[in-house]
């Protein structure tokens, strides 16, 4: 019994039960929202996580951008230098058939100097990928053509030049299965970009040193 109402006590204790369920409905409702969001959130981060192949295929893609990165900018450096000191030398050549006559032999003996120089910067080239690869060995066979073109200058300051004029046709002619390689690579990675796959269109000769191959994939496949 109440000593105030004289009601007995149990009919005050509802109230207070009331309240304390209520509480513990609020908790146990925020608990289980609780455990789920994280439930969620670890079932989205194993989902949303990559394999190891991915990884693996995406460290490779981003190892192989970083260093085709890394090339271009060596070989824009490599093709300044060098076009510094081409451009004289083609120059001069072009001047001494406008006018008719050779430069002094000592003279062209020291542009085929420097040619040997220049066409030894572009030997044992490092592999990139195939825009490098075109955009070097265009490089290197303008190098190589430019280098017989002084050669040629040579001959016409010397007597008895039947075996250095056979020399220098072939010569030549490596260079121009160099130069046909070069096209055909960039032809292939064109077939490639437009959908048609691989295209090999390179010269059946046994190769030149320094010439592009085709690259193995078959014809009219792949990308």
Do not use: C
């Amino acid at each position: 019994m109440s000593p105030k109402t004289g009601r007995p006590s149990y009919l005050l204790d509802p109230p207070a039960r009331k309240g304390s369920a209520r509480t513990r409905l609020v908790a146990g409702i925020a608990a289980a929202a609780l455990a789920t969001g994280l439930l969620g959130g670890l079932i989205g981060y194993s989902v949303g996580r990559p394999s190891e192949t991915e990884a693996s295929i995406a460290q490779l893609q981003k190892a192989d951008a970083e260093r085709d990165a890394q090339q271009i900018i060596e070989l824009t450096d490599l093709a300044h230098r060098t076009g510094d000191e081409l451009s004289p030398i083609l120059t001069a050549i072009r001047q001494a058939s406008d006018a008719g006559r050779p430069p002094e032999a000592a003279q062209v003996g020291k542009w085929q100097q420097t040619m040997r120089q220049l066409t030894e910067r572009f030997a044992d080239p490092p592999s990139g990928t195939t825009a490098t690869n075109v955009a070097r060995g265009g490089l290197r066979s303008a190098v190589e053509q430019a280098a017989i073109a002084v050669d040629t200058l040579a001959l016409a300051t010397a007597d008895n030049t039947a075996d250095e004029r056979l020399t220098l046709a072939a010569r030549q002619a490596a260079v121009a299965v160099t130069t046909w390689s070069v096209a055909a690579t960039q032809l292939d990675q064109i077939n490639i970009d437009a959908g048609q796959g691989h295209q090999h269109v390179h010269l059946d000769t046994g190769g030149a040193d320094g010439a592009l191959t085709p690259d193995g994939a078959a014809e009219g496949h792949g990308g």
